[in-house]
């Protein structure tokens, strides 16, 4: 899919990541160092407000478009080939897979070079930023073929966190779909977070090796109907869908209490942190409540 960007009033930062040149934060730190000029004048300032079509943006020597299409494409990623554009050994890379397009395009995140599944491209840099920003907890299902059948016990490991040497992980959805006859398993987890090699640090760390691995969707939006190394453009209601996606919370993290489904109950909150109350502050509450009747 692609759609007109028709900003009246942007910040130079995001406006150069729209244009497809870098990404958000990348914009923001070239930006710094002076790699940006506004009707001639070195711009410091990521946040500095620009009007497009009026004001002459300049960076790294270009001249930043300001009428351009937004792209997203989603490819299958065959295993064997890298994220990176250039690649020292000669490997093959991803962005050979893709069709023809009107404008330079980027993956939203990276897949390993033994890992096949879902990995979306496009030159919105914005929309891409909030996607792997980790304050967004974007969804991403995959399947790991691991070595033994995980027990529930260790399971719930992984459902409530466990420590890795970069930090503990956010709790994630996981289950077992099918054992092998050598004893081994098929797992689907769904994780809200980007580390790298999260689900094959995860298994090694509970002793579970992945020896296969699949991205089923990513934020959403699965690679069902296509073939290794097939590609296809994202339908308006998919980007619309996205764009909830990272809308929903914002980079405070602040719990949402709007629009929740009926019947679904609504978390107590800590009104000094506006964050849900840990289970041992709500049994403290309930005690005290109790006492006082």
Known sequence: MTSPDTTQ????????ARSGLASRRSAERLVREGAATVNGHIERDP???IEPGADVIRFQGRTVEGSRNLIYQLLFKPRGT??????PEGRKGVHELLPRLSDRVEPVGRLDFNTEGALLFTND?????????PSYHIPRRYLAKVYRTPTEV???KIRKGIRLEDGRTVPALCRVLESTDTGNAWIEITVYEGRHHLIRRLFA??????????RDSFATLP???LERGESRPLTHAEVERLRELTAEKGDTGRVQTKGRKKGWARPTVDRDKGKPLSKAKLRKRRRVSKGKR
């Open 9 to 16: 009033h942007d910040r130079l930062a995001r406006f150069i």
């Open 82 to 87: 890298i994220t990176s554009r250039e690649d």
């Open 205 to 214: 760390a509970l002793g579970h090796p992945v020896s296969k691995l699949r």
């Open 223 to 225: 690679i069902r109907g």
């Open 47 to 49: 946040g500095f407000e």
């Open 125 to 133: 840099g914005d929309l891409a930023h909030r996607l792997t920003h």
């Open 154 to 156: 260790t399971l719930n």
